[in-house]
């Protein structure tokens, strides 16, 4: 961090997923009290997504696929054939992610890495005291809170009636961009909703994990990713779930 409490160069390595564990977590939480190196993040964020949508996807040159063929050719000599005729054979994408496991092999614990963060992101809401950036039970309050701060749209409903009163939002961070986390209750019991978008616009049934003794839940439904995760009974969050999937009335 630099001297004038800004992250710097740290802000860049983490959106570039290039920190560690603890590393992340740390610029996490200056994230959330920091809104000057908040900002910053949100802009490259937003600079990043446009130059997505705007450029075309580069042609790999040739010094790229001689590198691509050496390093797969290092990695394990004993399949050096193979691994050469699935590169040059007909998939420049699956020769990619084989070069990215090679340089890369941390790549394969990115969604353990996601799921930590969220359940640091819970954690953190319940020790910091910072649950909600707008405390509301009313959906009608919440979902425009979220309008203009995040660059994407939100569905925000309460489900009091069936025993998980929605509690409010705040923004969050997860993975390196900005997410929503929408908060409800189950008794005693908090309940974290983190959602942020995804590429696909497939829906996927929910996945059940386990992880610091809290339950998660994440599905993917409509371009945008569910995260729910509490320290209530596993039944009581699948049931919680199931009414979040629900098509709106």
Not at 63 to 72: I, N, P, S, W
Not at 112 to 131: C, D, I, K, N, P
Not at 132 to 152: C, Q
Request: hydrophobic share 45%; aromatic share 6%.
């Amino acid at each position: 961090m630099g001297t004038d409490g800004h992250l710097g160069e740290r802000l860049d390595a983490y959106l570039d997923n290039e920190l560690g564990v603890d590393g992340s977590l740390a610029v996490q939480a200056h994230l959330q009290a920091c809104a000057r190196c908040r900002e910053d993040a949100e802009a490259r964020l937003s600079l990043c997504a446009a130059l997505q949508r705007t450029l075309p996807p580069a042609a790999p040159s040739p010094v790229f696929l001689g590198r691509l063929g050496r390093a797969l050719r290092r990695a394990d000599p004993r399949r050096r054939q193979r691994q050469v005729r699935a590169a040059w054979g007909g998939s420049l994408l699956a020769a990619g992610a084989a070069l990215l496991l090679v340089l890369r092999p941390g790549l394969l614990g990115q969604e353990t890495s996601l799921r930590g963060e969220v359940v640091a992101a819970h954690l953190r809401s319940l020790q910091a005291q910072h649950l909600t950036d707008v405390a509301s039970t009313d959906a009608h309050t919440v979902k425009p809170w979220f309008a203009g701060r995040l660059p994407f749209g939100l569905v925000v409903r309460d489900f009091a009636a069936a025993g998980f009163p929605l509690q409010g939002g705040r923004l969050d961070y997860v993975g390196g961009q900005p997410v929503a986390a929408l908060v409800y209750r189950s008794r005693q019991h908090v309940i974290n909703v983190l959602v942020w978008p995804v590429e696909t616009s497939v829906c996927s049934a929910a996945t059940r994990e386990r992880q610091a003794g809290l339950n998660l839940l994440h599905w993917t439904c409509g371009g945008m990713a569910w995260w729910a995760v509490s320290d209530v009974n596993a039944q009581d969050l699948q049931t919680f779930a199931a009414h979040l999937q629900e098509p709106e009335p």
